[in-house]
């Protein structure tokens, strides 16, 4: 299977969790949401993730392919809403 190269774009979800000190903000993407990391701060928590997609994506390259041909049929691009009940 050939590995790509080509750069995607996920979206993110990011949870604040505990109070004070002992703050942390957990991460994940929409499209691969198996991989969950956490940092004490948003930006460290985004380098975690980021570091955590790569070693993901060089395990099962095929997940990235699978997320670039989705992004690439225009009709078929996620889309992420909120509703309220």
């Keep these: 299977m050939e590995i790509v190269s080509q750069k995607i774009e996920l979206d993110i979800v990011i949870v604040p969790e505990g109070d004070g000190e002992s703050k942390v ?3 994940s993407s929409v499209q ?3 991989v969950v990391t956490q940092g004490n701060t948003i ?3 985004k380098h975690r ?3 955590a997609l790569e070693l993901y994506f ?3 390259p095929e997940e990235k392919n ?3 041909s989705i992004v ?3 009709n078929n691009v996620p ?3 909120r509703i309220f009940l």
């Design 66 to 68: 699978k997320i670039i």
């Design 79 to 81: 889309m992420i809403s």
């Design 49 to 51: 993730l980021k570091e």
């Design 43 to 45: 930006e460290e928590a």
């Design 72 to 74: 690439k049929e225009e």
């Design 32 to 34: 691969i949401p198996n």
């Design 25 to 27: 903000f957990s991460i």
């Design 58 to 60: 060089e395990e099962a």
